[in-house]
């Protein structure tokens, strides 16, 4: 599946043969996308197979519990066709880039069960590019903040490493820059939606500071990629900012599908699902 953007191409496409698919969610707009799009994929192409989601929170990312949780009950109601299974970790101990060893060893779990091989069932990250030109300005601030992973550095990132379709793991945004996936999901007309139940904040102390590393690179994207009309307002909470200024229903607002047309198309499917159970039984 690929999505033009103006800032180039994002690009995921789910394999031939696969007997399900792994992702990795941490509450945030780029695993969030992934998501989607593997759930379209599977739908539109008819390919049968569940999708297994692995959350890790510790230490400075707590929310990630709760923003994952949100995506995924996204999906569950946008794609009730879909099998999605949840499995969640916490742990205070692990910092970094271990988070990635806590998903991958739930990934190995689920693989061992049910007696896959890494080429029938990988484990997806939506790990992106930091930001691939002087447009993004990082300002330091003066408390603590979680440093931007050197792995992500444009231009020296190792397809050895983080392989886009290798065995066992898949990081297909990992050429791109967060322009792309914001730029994308505009285009989806996802992002009342995604900006609103995801977060990209590392700060301990609060849950969307606007200073850290990880805040800062969402709003340079947020204001490269997405008309100023839909920049989220200083101040306001984003569910309110959204719901007032798109006149959102609160039937299809509570369930975190973000338009109108969402909404219908999800109660036509649930209606046709409905009817193939009732004529199977």
Request: charged share 25%.
């Amino acid at each position: 599946m690929e999505i033009n953007t103006k800032f180039g191409i994002l690009e995921a496409t789910i394999p031939e043969g696969q007997k399900g698919v792994g992702i990795a969610i941490s509450g945030g707009m780029d695993s969030a996308t992934l998501f989607y799009m593997i759930c379209k994929q599977i739908r539109d192409r008819k390919l049968n197979i569940p999708v297994y989601c692995y959350v890790v929170a510790y230490d400075y990312d707590r929310g990630s519990l709760y923003n994952g949780g949100l995506v995924i009950k996204h999906m569950r109601k946008e794609f009730p066709d879909i099998k999605i299974h949840a499995q969640m970790f916490v742990t205070t101990e692990a910092i970094g880039h271990i988070k990635a060893s806590f998903a991958g060893a739930m990934y190995h779990d689920t693989l061992r069960k049910n007696k896959w091989t890494g080429t029938e069932f990988r484990l997806w990250y939506g790990l992106t590019s930091n930001p691939q030109d002087d447009s993004f300005q990082f300002q330091e601030p003066k408390e603590w903040y979680v440093t931007p992973d050197s792995a992500r550095t444009p231009g020296k990132i190792d397809l050895r490493a983080k392989p886009r379709y290798g065995i066992g793991a898949c990081h297909p945004f990992v050429l791109v820059d967060k322009r792309v996936i914001v730029a994308a999901v505009h285009e989806l007309d996802l992002w009342y939606c995604f900006d609103t139940i995801t977060n990209s904040c590392t700060n301990i102390k609060q849950y969307d500071c606007g200073e850290c590393w990880w805040c800062q690179e969402r709003s340079w994207a947020t204001k490269c990629a997405v008309p100023k009309e839909d920049w989220p307002r200083e101040g306001v909470q984003k569910l309110i900012h959204y719901g007032s200024q798109k006149d959102i229903d609160k039937l299809w607002r509570d369930g975190v599908v973000w338009t109108k047309e969402g909404y219908l198309a999800r109660q036509e499917l649930l209606k046709k699902l409905g009817n193939t159970v009732t004529n199977n039984t």
